[in-house]
Each structure stands twice: as C-alpha cells, then as structure tokens.
C-alpha cells in the first residue's frame, strides 16, 4: 500500500433545501498490511466533543508507521450536529441513529446508517465508536463487550478496551443494550467486527480538565492500535481497573436546578450506599424538590457539574461495587 491520508464526503441523500448530505470520511492508509480500524463519533448530534479528538487523532497518525488502515468519520450525524441534538432532526420514526443499524427506509437516519455500513462497518474488523461530551455530565469509562458472538471478539475487545488507559472498565452486554441496531452491536453480532465504545469526557468544566480528556481518548486510541499490532510500541497497561457489569443511573426523576455536590474529581470514586451526589433544587421556590444518592456501595463513572435538569437528564452514574465480580484489580483475559 503507498501510506496515504486522503478525505472524501460520501453521498447520502439530498434534503428538501437542495443541499447533499455526506457522510466525512477520514482514510489513513498504512504503509504495511493489517487491518482496518473504524472510528465512529458523533452519531448523536450533541456529542460534539469527540470531533476534536478525531481530528487530533487523524492528524497525529503517521501513515508511514501504520499497519493496515484507519477509516474515521468525525460527524456520522452531520444533520443532528446542525440542530446539535442528540437525534435526526425530522418527522421520522428513525431518530436516533445509533439505534437503526443498518438501515432499512429511507428516512435521512437509515440512510446515514446505510452508508455507514457499507463504507465503514463492513470494511472494518475493528471499531472504536466514541459516545462522550454531553453537556454538562462527564463520563469515564470504556465498555468492554462481552456477548459478541465469538469468544475471541471478546478477547480482543478486552485487550483494547484496557489499552486506552482508562481505569474504568465497564463489562456490558451491548447487543442486549443499546441493541443489535446499533453500530457497535450490529458491527459485533452481523460483521465479526471487535468493537469497543468509548465514554470519556464532558463538556461546560474547566478547559484544561476538557483538555486532559480530549488527549486521553487520542493516547487511548493510539495504544489500542498498537494492543492489536497497528502501530508499533506497547501499549498503556494499568497496575490496575475499575472492573464492573452493571451501571446504574442516579439522574433526576423532577425537573429543577441540580447542585453537584460530586463533581469530576469524584470520578472513580468508592461510595458506600446513600452518599449524596447532587440536589435537585426548584428554581423557583428554592426548595429542595430531590436527592441524588448512591443506591449501594460503587464507585462514580458519570458525575456533573451544576446546571438546570429535566426529568431523567444526565447528571450521575454509579458501577455497582456489590456484584459478585466487580472491583479494582488487575487486567483481565476475558
Ligand atoms: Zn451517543
């Protein structure tokens, strides 16, 4: 192969004010064989924040040392980034696209999940799918998949999934959840695709804690290429990771002004049951309208800062320490 970085805008479907809509895509070619690593961002519209670890990701990536080759899209949703919205910002009953794999009408979500399939999915044997920067709630954590279909898909999403250099391990079945339609479990269970998804970063919290997220998901990508032989060196290896399977959601169930009480720094933090993470305040009477607490012993792995919430907004996640096999420990096979 003669190592290359080349970029082209794949056609999807022209909309109703005449415009095309295309789908970005980023070929890094390597100089020598290997495989071929797809990188997915923004397929929600408001997850904007990955844009820029792809573009520093893509520009740091020398083709001359890679084996095999990197498909990237920086935006699979461009329309939902138009309205920055998490969903396909139309009439459709496909709006949210990471749920319609691989695209069965023609509404602009199945189109875009079509393309998506024929010139990323299935070209690739492995995919890094980046679900991050909400406003406002951070995530730390990388999910390691575990009902792919082969043992050995499992095995490998293992290795990458530690190779990124985040503590926070999350061991989750992703073709029960998000679904067989999304990419990475419709990668998974239909391609023999390894897949991971990464959620890592926030963003409205200091610059340089943003920043320090944004390098990290760069690094991480660069290590869990060279765990699967892509670039050359070793990869990031922890003495030790956060190991858990199941996450638990403590967002509010009122409408109101949440007042963080645990913030980024309490990221990966144990709690025993009851601790308090955040108030939901009215911002009219200023009464305290509810308590965000941990529902048993775990460690934060979604915290955020103070701002005005709806019912179920993202505000905090907890790995559930209680389960037979979750802790802190060393790297795992499978
Ligand atoms: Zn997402």
Redesign the pocket.
């Given at each position: 192969m003669t190592p290359a970085k080349t970029f082209r805008r794949v056609p999807v479907t022209v909309d109703l004010h005449g415009g095309e809509i295309a789908l970005p895509v980023h070929e890094i070619r390597g100089a020598r064989d290997g495989p071929t690593l797809a990188v997915l961002s923004t397929?929600?519209g408001c997850?904007w924040m990955s844009i820029e670890m792809v573009r520093r990701f893509v520009g740091r990536l020398d083709p001359k040392a890679l084996a095999g080759r990197v498909l990237a899209v920086p935006v699979g949703n461009p329309p939902a980034l138009n309205h920055m919205t998490?969903n396909t910002p139309d009439e459709s009953d496909s709006p949210d696209l990471?749920r319609i794999f691989p695209g069965h009408y023609t509404w602009i979500g199945d189109q875009l999940a079509k393309t998506i399939t024929e010139h990323v999915l299935q070209p690739c044997q492995y995919l890094i799918d980046m679900?991050l920067g909400l406003a406002w709630a951070v995530f730390h954590t990388v999910v390691w998949p575990k009902d792919l279909p082969t043992a050995d898909q499992v095995r490998q999403a293992g290795v990458m999934a530690q190779a990124f250099g985040c503590p926070a391990i999350y061991h989750r079945d992703i073709v029960g959840f998000p679904g067989p339609r999304s990419s990475v479990g419709y990668a998974g269970a239909k391609l023999g695709v390894v897949p991971i998804v990464v959620e890592i970063g926030g963003v409205g919290f200091a610059p340089e804690l943003e920043e320090r997220w944004i390098e990290e998901v760069v690094e991480g990508m660069m290590s869990a290429m060279r765990a699967i032989g892509m670039l050359p060196g070793d990869p990031i290896r922890l003495d030790r990771y956060l190991h858990y399977d199941r996450h638990i959601r403590v967002n509010p169930s009122v409408g109101g002004y949440l007042q963080a009480e645990v913030g980024p720094d309490g990221l990966h933090r144990e709690v025993d049951a009851g601790a308090v993470a955040g108030r939901v305040i009215s911002p009219y009477s200023f009464e305290e309208l509810e308590v965000l607490r941990a529902p048993c012993r775990g460690a934060w792995t979604l915290v955020a800062r103070s701002y005005p919430v709806r019912p179920g907004y993202w505000a905090y996640g907890l790995a559930d320490l209680t389960r037979p096999n979750a802790g802190w420990g060393p790297a795992r096979e499978a």
């Open positions: 397929l929600h997850e998490r990471n679900h």
